[in-house]
T-cell receptor, first 116, second 113 residues
Framework: GAGVSQSPSNKVTEKGKDVELRCDPI?????LYWYRQSLGQGLEFLIY????????KSGLPSDRFSAERTGGSVSTLTIQRTQQEDSAVYLC??????????????FGPGTRLTVL | KNQVEQSPQSLIILEGKNCTLQ??????????LRWYKQDTGRGPVSLTI?????NTKSNGRYTATLDADTKQSSLHITASQLSDSASYIC????????????FGTGTRLTVIP
């Protein structure tokens, strides 16, 4: 079956511009996560959606970052007024149930963002 | 300080040889530990998951071990293949708290012919 998909696969933007990154989770998965992976660094948690509950935004690095999940499915991560330090691979993952600790996450291929 | 430390950072081995990757963690209270494989340009893919009571788990040529007392895990790869070239990421879950997943920075494995 279809896995997690992300678009675009690559995005090059100029400093100060806004960008939107899209994630389509596996159908029926209730949990959705966004991570950032910088060169040589581990995965950095950004935000977590679980069903209709309020999202856990504790990992968002600044108020320039926001995310929404419409209809419990597709999610969009928006970065406003991009900075060069925002350059990274942004990974989305979904998992089937509400138990973050025990579920395996299925990752998308990521969006590589380059801010010039 | 990162609560999950992996070693070595990178490793080069000959095809057919075995290797062992290490993961040490301080995450508490512990829930489970996962190993992921991440091919270049792809998202991580789960290899194994172990809870507190499990000390070994195999997935084909991959065998993970867990010592919950010393908070150490290892991933052993047997008879390596070129397709094993990837980053291997250790992820530890905490039983409580808002953000419960802690990621290591990974070990970059290169298998050469």
């Amino acid at each position: 079956g279809a896995g997690v998909s992300q678009s675009p696969s690559n995005k090059v933007t100029e400093k100060g511009k806004d960008v939107e990154l899209r994630c389509d989770p596996i159908s029926g998965h209730t949990a959705l996560y966004w991570y950032r992976q910088s060169l040589g660094q581990g995965l950095e948690f950004l935000i977590y959606f679980q069903g209709n509950s309020a999202p856990d935004k504790s990992g968002l690095p600044s108020d320039r970052f926001s995310a929404e999940r419409t209809g419990g499915s597709v999610s969009t991560l928006t970065i406003q007024r991009t900075q060069q330090e925002d350059s990274a691979v942004y990974l989305c993952a979904s998992s089937p149930t509400r138990y973050q600790q025990s579920d395996t996450q299925y990752f998308g291929p990521g969006t590589r963002l380059t801010v010039l | 300080k990162n609560q999950v430390e992996q070693s070595p950072q990178s490793l080069i081995i000959l095809e057919g040889k075995n290797c062992t990757l290490q993961c040490n963690y301080t995450v508490s209270p512990f829930s489970n530990l996962r190993w992921y494989k991440q091919d270049t340009g792809r998202g991580p893919v789960s290899l194994t998951i172990m809870t507190f009571s499990e000390n070994t788990k195999s997935n084909g040529r991959y065998t993970a071990t867990l010592d919950a007392d010393t908070k150490q895990s290892s991933l052993h790869i047997t008879a390596s293949q070129l397709s094993d070239s990837a980053s291997y990421i250790c992820v530890v879950s905490r039983r409580t708290g808002a953000n419960n997943l802690f990621f290591g920075t990974g070990t970059r494995l290169t298998v050469i012919p």
